[in-house]
Structure formats: structure tokens, C-alpha cells
């Protein structure tokens, strides 16, 4: 995956120091206080680097959170894949649940729900998010649901992209709405249903 | 479904229409300015009425918005429910495909973009729009699947709540991250496929 966030063109071991400090310290704000609240100013402060340094490398808050995630997820693309015991049932309930547990752990809570906020009004940060975090993410995904496909415990017409929409849709929609616990249980249960179906066998 | 608006007290017929004006200002004005940009001034000025009328009627934008999207569901409450005509794949597919379409209408896709922002990080506003859309929305669609249940095509134990949060969760994610073509095709993929599940038959 190319690299094409902005980064200094003149990047050397301070400044790639400023810069985690600037991630680290905007993550940990935005979990406090909330997005609303989240300032350049405070975000300065926290990391101890002056808010033009801030300017220099980020267009708005926003831009500075997305880089914070995508620095979370630095260094896990090589060895990324799903779980496949060969068990898809079993290897989706544990990826669902890992899904859930990340939702809810109050460190993740909150700066996703304000990437979430920022991706759904900002259409540049969303094309950035789609294509850096959201499409990689997916294609982990399909690449599960494809040795399944081939080991013949799925059809091969089935359209992967509807099977991931229904997977991850059901706990990311009840995850923003609060609309429901959001628990291993739940988890479980939707990977069952989606995978039987709703129909009585 | 007891209206806990906040509503003058003295609401009068001049003070109703002051209310419909700036509802409607509210919901025209986030379409076409996006929700960063709308403000209370913005929508007295549409209005024709002054800051102090909205102020005392509403605490924030987002409040505003929200009953502008109330006001549109008002008095569909009496014959609201979703088609039965006994076949469920047909009659979940004219559903989803009204969602679809509903999402994708323009003047629409930004208002609704704006309150999913506001519900996602406003625990209040997140507890009302449960309250007083989500959950009357989310027990039609529980009607229906229950009728289902008693003509013993769903199975009698199947969770409703999963079901719903499966068949809409999709549509909602491919709208809110803009992650797919959302179509009427779509529509009825996620119908077929959340009905007969995942595994081949």
C-alpha cells in the first residue's frame, strides 16, 4: 500500500519524533474530551510541539486523527490475515468479537466515533479513509470469504461485498446508535444468522 | 407516542407556523450549505423570524434538525406499516429499496448525514432519535418479520433485533461510508442474501 500522507519532505529522526508525539497526543485528546472539544491548540500542547508544526503537516483536526488511526494499523500489513482454521463459523465469530471488544474498549470509543463523524461530511477524508484503512480492511475480509468459496462451504456466486456489508453492517450500525448491547454474544449471532440465514432451515 | 418536543406553551397558530417555517428552513438549508455551515442565524434569516424565536424554542442546530426530521414522519404514524402481502422476499425488497432510494435522494443525503453526526457523538440527541424514530421505526419492521415467524418462514426463535440490524445494518454502511453503488440491485442482493444466508443451499 503506497504511503500518501503528507509528511516533511526534509523528515528526519526529530521531526518523525513530533510527529508520533502529535498522533499519540491528538488519540489520547480526543478520547477526553471529544471531538468537539478537540483543538490544534490542545493538541500542541499535549505533545509539546508548537500548533504551526501542527499546520505544517495537517490541514484541520480531522486530517491530524485519520493519520492517528493510520499509524495504529503501521507495521500489521505484513503478516495481516484473517483467522482460517478451515472452521469459518468458528474463524468469523472470533474475528466479530475482536470487532466488538475494539468498538467498545472506552480508548477506541470515542476517536472513532469522531472519524466516523468526520468521514461521513468530509468526502476527501472519506476517499483517504476508504481507500487506506477501509478498502485494505475489506479486501482482509474477501480473501477469508474466497478460501471459503473454494473449500466449497459458500457458493462461488456469491457477491463478497454484500457478505462483508451484512457481517460488519450489523455490529458498526448497532456500535453508532447504541441501539443495542454490543456483546461477544451479539457477535456470535450475527455471524450465525448471516451465514444461515434468516429463513428456517 | 407521547410528544416530548419541547413546544411553547402558549402555542398558538402564529407561533405554529413559526415553528413549520423554521423546521423547514432548517432541513432546505442543511442540503445546500452542508451541516459545518448551517447556523441558527442562517436558518432565522430563511425563516423569516428572529434568533431569539428559535433560541427559545431549541438549544442547539442539531436540535432544531432533528425535529425537522420528526416533523416529516409526523401524522404517518396511523397506517404506518410495512407491506404484507405474504410473500416476504417481495415485500423486504420493496422496503429496502424505498430505504435506497430514501437515502440516495438528494435532498435528502445531506440532512441525514448531518443527524447521524450529531447522534453519533450526542448521547442525549442519540436517546431521542431512539425514542421517538428508531425504535417505532425498528417495531414495523419487527411487525413484519414476526407475521413471518407465524406463518413458519422464519423460524420461531430466530432474534429479531439481529435480523433488523442485518438487513438494514448493509445499506446503512455502503450509505454512511459511500463504500458501493447503493441501488436497487443492492437492495435486493442484501434481501436474498440475508434470507437464505451465506452458506450454499
Given at each position: ?121 468530509d468526502p476527501e477524508l472519506a476517499a483517504r ?73
Amino acid at each position: 500500500m503506497t504511503d500518501r500522507r503528507q509528511t516533511p519532505p526534509d523528515a528526519n529522526r526529530r521531526s518523525e519524533a513530533s510527529r508520533r508525539a502529535i498522533l499519540m497526543a491528538a488519540f489520547e485528546l480526543v478520547g477526553e474530551v471529544g471531538y468537539a472539544r478537540l483543538s490544534i491548540e490542545g493538541i500542541a500542547a499535549r505533545a509539546g510541539v508548537g500548533k504551526q508544526t501542527i499546520y505544517r503537516w495537517w490541514p484541520s483536526k480531522g486530517a491530524v486523527l485519520f493519520d492517528a488511526f493510520l499509524s495504529l494499523s503501521e507495521g500489521q500489513e505484513g503478516d495481516a490475515a484473517l483467522p482460517d482454521t478451515g472452521d469459518l463459523e468458528a474463524d468469523l465469530k472470533e474475528v466479530l468479537r475482536a470487532t466488538v471488544a475494539e468498538l467498545t474498549d472506552p480508548r477506541f470509543d470515542e476517536p472513532m466515533r469522531a472519524l466516523n463523524t468526520e468521514i461521513a461530511t468530509d468526502p476527501e477524508l472519506a476517499a483517504r479513509y476508504a481507500e487506506q484503512l477501509e478498502e485494505p480492511m475489506k479486501e482482509l475480509k474477501k480473501t477469508r470469504l474466497r478460501k471459503a468459496q473454494e473449500a466449497g462451504q459458500l457458493p462461488a456466486d456469491l457477491d463478497l461485498d454484500v457478505a462483508v456489508d451484512l457481517l460488519w453492517g450489523a455490529v458498526h450500525r448497532r456500535w453508532l446508535y447504541r441501539s443495542g448491547p454490543l456483546t461477544s454474544d451479539y457477535a456470535d449471532a450475527v455471524v450465525k444468522t448471516a451465514l444461515t440465514g434468516l429463513y428456517a432451515r
